[in-house]
């Protein structure tokens, strides 16, 4: 299985801040990958798919790149209602893989 | 309005059985790929499980190959896990998730139901 490894596992930020989570596989995968956002008790949203297009109704704020083994998720200008955990997820092959997740929280 | 929603959770004993259901309504049902999501308490995310239009591909992560069978009918909207041979590990709520068209990542999620395996 390809295994998909989130740094960091956590951190800090303010509003307004640029923010950047970082995602590697443990293989090429080439730009199959998605990222989610999820708020405690809800079910994970799609933020973006590709590795870089924006899932319809998702803000211009959120941007993904990358390709092969490292990928990012950017949030250029965080907002209070970003503040949340962000997995990325694999799907070159099965098992389908999600990373351990990200936690954003507020400084 | 696209909207899935889950139920069938519960309670139930290492060993046992119990059948998810998932409604699916605001779409083509038949026109999708579907998939059950879980996540344990307090963990990360874990795909369970993938099914085609027509329900002739299956595709199970490993941890459940042998004990649990996902299903639809298409004639009802609806998609099923059946989960048979239950363990603690097993222990999560469980998601049904629409395929996001041609990839294999999910676009629609319903709000999960919580199935908790313990004696």
């Known amino acids: 299985a390809i295994r998909m490894t989130q740094s960091p596992s956590s951190f800090s930020a303010s509003t307004g801040d640029r923010v950047t989570i970082t995602c590697r596989a443990s293989q090429d995968i080439s730009s199959y990958l998605a990222w989610y956002q999820q708020k405690p008790g809800k079910a994970p949203k799609l933020l973006i798919y590709a590795a870089s297009t924006l899932q319809s109704g998702v803000p211009s704020r959120f941007s993904g790149s990358g390709s092969g083994t490292d990928f990012s998720l950017t949030i250029s200008c965080l907002q209070s209602e970003d503040f949340a955990t962000y997995y990325c997820q694999q799907y070159y092959s099965y098992p389908l893989t999600f990373g351990g997740g990200t936690k954003v929280e507020i400084k | 309005e696209v909207q899935v929603v889950e139920s069938g959770g519960g309670l139930v004993q290492p060993g046992g059985s119990l059948r998810l259901s998932c409604a699916a309504s605001?779409?083509?049902?038949?026109?999708?790929?579907m998939s059950w999501v879980r996540q344990a308490p307090g963990k990360g995310l874990e795909w369970v499980a993938n099914i085609n239009h027509g329900g002739s591909e299956k595709y199970y992560v490993d941890s459940v190959k042998g004990r649990f069978t996902i299903s639809r009918d298409n004639t009802k909207n609806s998609l099923y896990l059946q989960m048979n041979s239950l363990r603690a590990e097993d222990t999560a709520v469980y998601y049904c998730a629409r395929r996001n068209g041609g990839y294999d990542s999910f676009d629609y999620w319903g709000q999960g139901t919580l199935v908790t395996v313990s004696s």
């Open positions: 605001g779409f083509t049902f038949s026109n999708y790929w």
